[in-house]
C-alpha cells in the first residue's frame, strides 16, 4: 500500500526542489556576478517602439465591442475544437456522442439567439 505512494512522493519532492530552485537561483546568479544589479536610468526606463519616440498617450481605451467580437470568435474557435473530432469519428463514436454535440450546438445557437434578440452583435 504504501509503494503506491512512492510516485505520488516522488513527484511531489521533485515539485518542491524545482519550485525552491527556480526562486533561489537569481539571487544566487547576482551574488556570483552573473547578473548585474538593477541601475535604473531615464534611457532604460523609456518606452521603446520600433525604435522611434512613442507619440501621444499610452492608455487608449478600446470601445467593448471588439472584446465582444473576439469573444465570440473564440467561443465559436472551442466549438470547431470538439465538433471537428466528432465529425471524424462520427460512426465509431455512436449515439451518446451524437446526443453531446446536439446539446453543444444547441447552447451555442442559444447565446448566438440571445446576443441577437439583445442587439449586442449590431455595431452601433
Known amino acids: 500500500m504504501l509503494a503506491d505512494y512512492g510516485s505520488v512522493a516522488l513527484f511531489l519532492v521533485v515539485a518542491v526542489l524545482f519550485t525552491v ?14 547578473i548585474s544589479k538593477n541601475r535604473p536610468n531615464p534611457i532604460k526606463n523609456a518606452t ?17 465591442r471588439y472584446y465582444f467580437y473576439a469573444l465570440v470568435f473564440i467561443s ?7 465538433i471537428y ?15 453531446a454535440i446536439v446539446v453543444l450546438l444547441f ?11 439583445k442587439n449586442v452583435l449590431e455595431w452601433k
Open 21 to 34: 530552485s527556480t526562486l533561489a537561483m537569481p539571487p544566487m546568479l547576482r551574488r556570483m556576478g552573473i
Open 76 to 82: 465559436l474557435d472551442v466549438v470547431v475544437v470538439f
Open 85 to 99: 473530432p466528432w465529425a471524424v469519428q462520427v460512426r465509431q463514436l455512436g449515439v451518446s456522442a451524437l446526443i
Open 107 to 117: 447552447i451555442v445557437i442559444v447565446g448566438v439567439l440571445y446576443a441577437w434578440k
Open 48 to 64: 521603446y517602439e520600433c525604435g522611434l519616440q512613442p507619440t501621444g498617450k499610452a492608455w487608449v481605451q478600446f470601445n467593448f
